[in-house]
């Protein structure tokens, strides 16, 4: 009997994931990520991935009859996504500590204690699926294209995709609902997490303030010819893009465009000098084909939500590219991930620069 390793995290999509391995006949494990004590992040409400949810794993994996173990991961979690994610900020970036996350704790960590304790897949309750091809195995989009995350899931290598498990990938949330209610987990009706889990308020910028114990500094806002339009409030709390909450009353509207970390000054433009048709990428694994040998074409896609664009993408060495876009796109932020397809199947994907 094959055995399966369900990372848990007290969600509704994991706990039916556990359930539908359950139901094929695996030999089970219900595990969850201790990854931080939410004294740590300076919050007391309740937040996912926290110690809450820790019992709700545990409840339905009572429930469904298949032992449950919490791994204490709160170091690995600080130093891999949350100390990243601070420098990103802080060198100007726009991180997304989602796919940190899911490289070096979901399918790093956790396919670490799967061969320790002699399981043969990892199973988490992500919308994508893996298919095989002759000897190579292929990402894909998630059939509901909602609630995809095939994006997030880039990095996974061949080795890791060959013992990785998506129950959930040609299902839809609402199908997933339904048989979490039909089994009575209590996290049936859970609403989905919508922001990153240690800083559950949204506002990055209070939050990096209290894990430094740092103040960011005001400066000065200018546009693209260095002209002075007023104060910032600190240059962590703007992102590439931005308009709301400038504070700013000025002739007609600004945005964000880029910021000069060094001197501590946040550059406007108007909103059409916020397209550009070329970005570099580093850290960029190829997963449905080896490293090309000159320039191919696919679909890019530079944010979660962003709607991938057709693109030439050229190889600039084992693990860089330069992709140049038909058509010019708004706000290309460096830290963020770009990922490329071919229809529903991921080429490959890396960091921006």
Not at 29 to 48: A, F, Q, S, V, W
Not at 114 to 122: K, Q
Not at 224 to 244: D, F
Request: charge should be neutral.
């Amino acid at each position: 009997m094959k055995r399966a390793m369900i990372a848990m995290s007290g969600g509704v999509d994991s706990s039916v994931a556990a359930y539908l391995m359950v139901q094929a006949g695996y030999d089970c494990l219900g595990m969850t990520m201790r990854l931080y004590n939410n004294e740590d992040i300076g919050k007391t409400e309740k937040t996912c991935c926290s110690l809450d949810d820790v019992e709700d794993a545990r409840s339905v994996a009572f429930r469904l009859g298949i032992p449950f173990r919490v791994f204490n991961f709160t170091e690995e979690f600080r130093s891999c996504v949350i100390d990243r994610f601070v420098n990103a900020y802080e060198c100007g970036e726009t991180p997304n500590p989602c796919i940190d996350c899911n490289k070096y704790l979901k399918f790093g960590k956790i396919f670490q204690r799967m061969d320790e304790l002699g399981y043969d897949y990892v199973v988490t309750g992500h919308y994508a699926r893996i298919e095989q091809d002759g000897d190579r195995f292929l990402l894909k989009k998630g059939l509901d294209d909602s609630k995809d995350q095939s994006y997030v899931l880039y990095g996974l290598t061949q080795a890791q995709l060959a013992r990785t498990v998506f129950p959930l990938g040609g299902m839809t949330k609402a199908e997933t609902r339904r048989i979490a209610e039909e089994q009575g987990f209590l996290n049936a009706r859970k609403h989905d997490s919508q922001d990153i889990c240690f800083v559950p308020d949204g506002d990055y910028a209070a939050f990096l303030e209290r894990y430094t114990g740092k103040s960011y500094p005001a400066g000065e806002f200018v546009d693209t010819q260095g002209k002075v339009l007023g104060r910032h409030k600190g240059i962590v709390r703007y992102t590439i893009g931005q308009r709301k909450g400038l504070g700013l009353a000025l002739p007609c509207p600004m945005y964000v465009k880029d910021k000069d970390m060094a001197g501590n000054r946040v550059i406007l433009s108007k909103n059409e000098e916020l397209f550009s048709r070329e970005l570099d990428a580093k850290g960029f694994n190829w997963s449905a084909l080896d490293c090309p040998s000159g320039t191919i074409r696919a679909s890019a896609k530079i944010r979660y939500k962003h709607t991938e664009q057709p693109a030439s993408v050229t190889p600039t060495g084992p693990d860089t590219v330069h992709i140049v876009f038909d058509e010019p796109q708004r706000a290309i932020c460096r830290g963020q991930a770009v990922v490329l397809y071919d229809g529903d199947t991921v080429l490959g994907g890396g960091t921006i620069i």
